[in-house]
């Protein structure tokens, strides 16, 4: 499976952004995915995930209240829309295919991913 990131940017302090994730490769529908990130000197943090069918969703609780995760079946698309930015929130986003096992909050359990699209939020 592959996966392509697009969106990032820079953005000021409670602006917008809006990351897309293309799927290719896998039969989309059946998978849940999921968006990380990694901020200079950290570790991976999960962001956000979606089951295969769109209705259950989960947040990091640093992210809970400002972004949204949804799946577009006909486009092969995941998005994040990203809300009320902070700079804290600046990182490379990755998104992730879940491998059909275990939590969808956990990096190990995610076994596709792609290349990682620069979020940079100025105060």
């Known amino acids: 499976v592959q996966l392509q990131a697009s969106g990032g940017g820079l953005a000021q302090a409670g602006g917008s952004l809006r990351l897309s994730c293309v799927v290719s490769g896998r039969k989309f529908s059946m998978y849940a995915f999921g968006w990380f990130r990694q901020s200079p000197g950290k570790e991976y943090e999960f962001v956000a995930s979606?089951?295969?069918?769109?209705?259950?969703?989960y947040y990091g609780d640093s992210v809970k209240g400002r972004f949204t995760i949804s799946r577009d079946d006909d486009k092969s698309t995941v998005y994040l829309q990203m809300n009320s930015l902070k700079p804290e929130d600046t990182g490379v986003y990755f998104c992730?295919?879940?491998?059909?096992?275990?939590?969808?909050?956990?990096?190990?359990?995610?076994?596709?991913w792609g290349q990682g699209t620069l979020v940079t939020v100025s105060s």
């Open positions: 992730a295919a879940h491998s059909g096992r275990g939590s969808y909050v956990e990096r190990r359990n995610f076994d596709s």
């Open positions: 979606i089951n295969f069918s769109g209705g259950t969703t």
